[in-house]
């Protein structure tokens, strides 16, 4: 696609395509984020484009894109509000480090690079094979792997003074369950 054409499907369409995810998300930011993002994509991927099924491909690329999106939010920042140990076994202590806990990994997730963080998320929350990854993303499994890797580093990096402290707790917590159940 050469540039004067994808300029005129972009003067055309961009509009439109952003008023259809602000329908959706009721958020004027994420909106504009998407439609750019949604011919980004086109650009990208050079595509080429029938002209009857434009503004449908550009509306199915985008709701694509905005569901991906709300399920990576949704899942990224659920992950510690599924986590619900018995309260009975847990102390005031260890609360106060899960909730330590639960904001550093929070602003290691938010500070990761969102290519990283969407492979992070896709293999660990999603639980999907790097190959099924790979295949969503469009990119080679080598790829994928080079992406989870760096993913895993960026955490290592910022929650390694939260480590011994995890280990802690799950220790203490699991402990403690075990004296329960023994004591019944």
């Given at each position: 696609?050469?540039?004067?054409?994808?300029?005129?499907?972009?003067?055309?369409?961009?509009?439109?395509?952003?008023?259809?995810?602000?329908?959706?998300?009721?958020?004027?930011?994420?909106?504009?984020?998407i439609a750019q993002d949604t011919f980004m994509r086109i650009w990208e991927k050079q595509m080429?484009?029938?002209?009857?099924?434009?503004?449908?491909?550009?509306?199915?690329?985008?709701?694509?894109?905005?569901?991906?999106?709300?399920?990576?939010?949704?899942?990224?920042?659920?992950?510690?509000?599924?986590?619900?140990?018995?309260?009975?076994?847990?102390?005031?202590?260890?609360?106060?480090?899960?909730?330590?806990l639960k904001k550093a990994y929070d602003a290691a997730l938010k500070s990761m690079p969102e290519?990283?963080?969407?492979?992070?998320?896709?293999?660990?929350?999603?639980?999907?094979?790097?190959?099924?990854?790979?295949?969503?993303?469009?990119?080679?499994?080598?790829?994928?792997?080079?992406?989870?890797?760096?993913?895993?580093?960026?955490?290592?990096?910022h929650l390694k003074d939260k480590i011994v402290g995890l280990i802690l707790f799950v220790m203490?917590?699991?402990?403690?369950?075990?004296?329960?159940?023994?004591?019944?």
């Open positions: 696609m050469k540039k004067e054409k994808f300029k005129s499907l972009f003067d055309t369409y961009f509009e439109d395509v952003r008023r259809y995810v602000l329908y959706r998300s009721g958020n004027d930011d994420i909106a504009t984020d080429t484009i029938d002209p009857k099924r434009v503004k449908g491909l550009l509306f199915k690329i985008a709701g694509d894109l905005f569901i991906s999106q709300y399920r990576r939010e949704q899942v990224a920042f659920n992950f510690f509000n599924t986590f619900k140990p018995n309260n009975k076994s847990i102390t005031p202590e260890d609360e106060i480090n899960f909730q330590e290519k990283q963080r969407t492979v992070f998320l896709m293999s660990r929350i999603d639980e999907l094979k790097y190959t099924e990854i790979a295949d969503q993303l469009g990119l080679s499994v080598k790829a994928i792997e080079k992406r989870m890797s760096q993913a895993l580093e960026h955490l290592k990096i203490g917590w699991r402990l403690n369950r075990v004296k329960m159940e023994r004591n019944k």
